[in-house]
């Protein structure tokens, strides 16, 4: 069964760290670009942090520096690691896989919930 399942999430004060996993289970892992997106309520979803099949990584600049995103390709796990959190921070997390080639796929994980307080 296709899926993405996301783990890691919880309660952290500002300034600590959390580390997000997304266990992937799709074709061609390794080929397929991975996302880690971010919801607040009210708000829109939104990119956080994204890696492609040559471990090119991407970041929106409200977390350069802070967050950082991996795949371990054995695994089939992407992660991201996020440090010194800030309240604003806080959303429900979403990861995503993408690949265009054939046999292409664009699919979500259920989210997990990322909480900071102050």
């Known amino acids: 069964q296709v899926q993405l399942v996301e783990s890691g999430g919880g309660l952290v004060q500002a300034g600590g760290s959390l580390r997000l996993s997304c266990l992937a289970s799709?074709?061609?892992?390794?080929?397929?670009?991975m996302g880690w997106y971010r919801q607040a309520p009210g708000k829109q979803r939104e990119l956080v942090a994204s890696?492609?099949?040559?471990?090119?990584?991407t970041y929106t600049e409200f977390v350069k520096g802070r967050f950082t995103i991996s795949r371990d390709n054995a695994k089939n796990t992407v992660y991201l690691q996020m440090n010194r959190l800030k309240p604003e921070d806080t959303a429900v997390y979403y990861c995503?896989?993408?690949?265009?080639?054939?046999?292409?796929?664009?699919?979500w994980g259920q989210g997990t919930q990322v909480t900071v307080s102050s």
């Open positions: 890696i492609d099949s040559g471990d090119t990584t």
């Open positions: 995503n896989a993408a690949r265009r080639a054939f046999p292409s796929y664009n699919l």
């Open positions: 799709v074709m061609f892992f390794s080929t397929n670009t």
